[in-house]
């Protein structure tokens, strides 16, 4: 059978999702109060990822050969972003509060209960052409587990400063796809059968 280009265009729902139209949403951190801080999450959050998925597999030796059974879902350890950094820090400020909420440098103590330092973060598959939500993927329990340093050099003339943020999470889940910055509330469960 004959593979025609138009055909592989008539399939391309949409011209195909592009990686560089997507949105980070962060919840309120618990400890700093409020979430003016991480607003401008949704605008200076440069790279992210859409979460990987795996059921682990089970081998069942069976006269010498294995017989591969479903194991249990597993989630990657962290999810990374990389921010952009004005000139005001407040997002490298915030990371920084929350982080010191959760373990003191000085006193050596810190929170331990989940609900009081984490916080649910989403990340958004927008539409290229409206910008709609595509697909949405929540990160529940989520806080910055590390802060990456941000390299200075005399010889950087033609850079904007970035970091990276790398996420602690208990699982992830996908939501009905929100509109641009979450303003439209709650985004409701999707169960599959």
Known sequence: MAIRV??????????????????VFCGSAPKIGGTQELTKM??????????????????VPYRGRSVYVAGVRQFEETWNTTVINDTDF???????????AIHSHEG???????????????VTQLHHVDGKGLRTYKFKHAWPSSV???ELAADSNDAIEEFEIQWAYSWWTVVQPQNPSGRDGEASQ???S
Do not use: H
């Open 6 to 23: 138009t055909d592989f265009a008539a399939n391309l729902r949409g011209g195909g999702a592009r990686p560089n139209i997507f949105e």
């Open 42 to 59: 949704s605008y200076l959050c440069k790279s992210a990822s859409l979460p990987a998925s795996e059921v682990t597999r089970i081998a």
């Open 90 to 100: 407040k997002i490298r400020r915030a990371m920084e509060s929350w982080q010191n």
């Open 108 to 122: 050596n103590i810190g929170e331990t209960d989940i609900s009081r330092y984490s916080t649910d973060i989403t």
């Open 148 to 150: 990456a340093a941000i």
């Open 190 to 192: 999707i169960t599959t």
